[in-house]
Nanobody, 122 residues
Framework: QVQLVESGGGLVQAGGSLRLSCAASGRTVRTYTMGWFRQAPGNEREFVGAISKSGVSSYYADSVKGRFTISRDNAKNTVYLQMNSLKPEDTAVYYC???????????????WGQGTQVTVSS
């Protein structure tokens, strides 16, 4: 199995940028579709984006399309979420996850990190 550790969260003003990292250990990230999810207080955990095992394809929620970008560095066994033009509604705990399947569905992800807080002030 794989262990995932997110980092890079913090407090940023609206319009700013952050880059989240998800460092994997135990298995190579190339084995998995890697996804990012987020959960705001009182809300369900929602899909943000995912990148295919090959890294060729990426998928995004409509709410972040054009602002967020997922990438992977297989040499570092790390996946990134570059977040630009941040909005207060992006405030949430962000989670990295790994799936054996090519999927965007939360319930089909097998491994999860502990999450990192992102707070966007207006």
């Amino acid at each position: 199995q794989v262990q995932l550790v997110e980092s890079g969260g913090g407090l940023v003003q609206a319009g700013g940028s952050l880059r989240l990292s998800c460092a994997a250990s135990g298995r190579t990230v190339r084995t998995y579709t890697m996804g990012w999810f987020r959960q705001a207080p009182g809300n369900e955990r929602e899909f943000v984006g995912a990148i295919s095992k090959s890294g060729v394809s990426s998928y995004y929620a409509d709410s972040v399309k054009g602002r967020f970008t997922i990438s992977r560095d297989n040499a570092k066994n790390t996946v990134y979420l570059q977040m630009n033009s941040l909005k207060p509604e992006d405030t949430a705990v962000y989670y990295c996850a790994a799936s054996w399947s090519t999927t965007l569905y939360r319930n089909e992800y097998d491994y999860w990190g502990q999450g990192t807080q992102v707070t966007v002030s207006s």
